[in-house]
């Protein structure tokens, strides 16, 4: 029997720098398929270079886009990789072992090993870091199309989902200006999320949310065992969080400017 065949996404936005080594990591697939949202940089030159097949994606949010990169793979089998993931060659051998099995699960969860500052990180929740199922059967995965980030899914399978035992690797930020950018991009999308949920909040639950998000990563996912990089880790934790209330508090009050100038003592 031949063996299955399996697709690769890859979803990108201006990662330039990033998605040579993404796809140079799963070359062995049948094919690289590199959604991205109209790059303003040269990443889509560097996929095709590369044989990956681009399709470009306006984004609306990551549920959506990944629902629609999915759609856009060929094959049975599906991989999802991030620009910041690289396929090791352990992974992609249990990837391959697994697809040929004789009766395999539908959905696999793949752990992930982070490194950051010059180290790879052992705690902040941060490993194994299974985040969603990166290996599955094409229709056996569906995201929430109106999450724009943290995007929930289902499963669609009678059998339950399982998971692999060797890591991918990711570099979740390129620099500590990443941590910063990354912290204000998400606080965003996740303020529009909390906004079509319903939710409300005040400037002391951002407070309240922001520093229990430090306490939970830093103390109780034992980030202070990764050292300087546990704790920037954790204060960019802090900081994102901190900010999606703090933005949702800006929708919900549209502060308005001043209707009349300020009025000074002599």
């Given at each position: 029997?031949?063996?299955?065949?399996?697709?690769?996404y890859?979803?990108?936005y201006?990662?330039?720098?990033?998605?040579?080594?993404?796809?140079?990591?799963?070359?062995?697939?049948?094919?690289?398929?590199?959604?991205?949202?109209?790059?303003?940089?040269n990443?889509a030159?560097?996929?095709?270079?590369?044989?990956?097949?681009v399709?470009?994606?306006?984004?609306?949010?990551?549920?959506?886009?990944?629902?629609?990169?999915?759609?856009?793979c060929?094959?049975?089998w599906?991989?999802?990789?991030?620009?910041?993931?690289?396929?090791t060659?352990e992974?992609?051998?249990?990837?391959l072992?697994?697809?040929?099995?004789?009766?395999?699960?539908?959905?696999?969860?793949?752990?992930?090993?982070?490194?950051f500052?010059?180290?790879?990180?052992?705690?902040?929740?941060?490993?194994?870091?299974?985040?969603?199922?990166q290996?599955?059967?094409?229709?056996?995965?569906?995201?929430?199309?109106?999450?724009?980030?943290?995007?929930?899914?289902?499963?669609?399978?009678?059998?339950?989902?399982?998971?692999?035992?060797?890591?991918?690797?990711?570099?979740?930020?390129?620099?500590l200006?990443?941590?910063?950018?990354?912290?204000?991009?998400?606080?965003?999308?996740?303020?529009?999320?909390?906004?079509?949920?319903?939710?409300?909040?005040?400037?002391?639950?951002?407070?309240?949310?922001?520093?229990?998000?430090?306490?939970h990563?830093?103390?109780?996912?034992?980030?202070?065992?990764?050292?300087?990089?546990?704790?920037?880790i954790?204060?960019?934790?802090?900081?994102?969080?901190?900010?999606?209330?703090?933005?949702?508090?800006?929708?919900?009050?549209?502060?308005?400017?001043?209707?009349?100038?300020?009025?000074?003592?002599?």
């Open positions: 029997m031949s063996s299955p065949k399996i697709s690769v890859i979803i990108a201006n990662e330039a720098d990033k998605i040579r080594s993404a796809i140079h990591s799963v070359l062995w697939a049948d094919e690289i398929v590199v959604a991205d949202s109209f790059s303003k940089d990443t030159a560097i996929a095709e270079e590369l044989g990956a097949r399709v470009q994606i306006k984004f609306k949010g990551f549920g959506d886009l990944r629902n629609r990169a999915m759609a856009a060929s094959h049975n599906i991989f999802s990789l991030d620009a910041d993931e690289r396929c060659p992974a992609r051998d249990e990837i072992h697994t697809i040929a099995l004789p009766n395999p699960a539908d959905a696999y969860y793949i752990p992930r090993r982070n490194f500052m010059g180290r790879w990180i052992k705690y902040s929740g941060f490993f194994p870091d299974y985040r969603q199922p290996l599955f059967k094409k229709g056996a995965l569906v995201f929430n199309n109106e999450d724009p980030v943290h995007e929930g899914y289902r499963i669609i399978s009678d059998k339950p989902p399982a998971y692999l035992q060797q890591p991918i690797w990711q570099f979740p930020f390129k620099n200006k990443e941590v910063a950018h990354k912290a204000n991009k998400y606080s965003t999308l996740g303020a529009e999320k909390l906004r079509k949920e319903g939710r409300q909040a005040t400037m002391g639950t951002a407070l309240a949310r922001g520093c229990w998000s430090f306490l990563m830093y103390i109780l996912k034992k980030g202070v065992l990764d050292g300087w990089p546990g704790l920037v954790a204060m960019g934790n802090f900081q994102g969080t901190f900010y999606k209330y703090a933005k949702l508090v800006e929708l919900q009050e549209k502060w308005p400017p001043p209707s009349s100038p300020p009025l000074y003592k002599k």
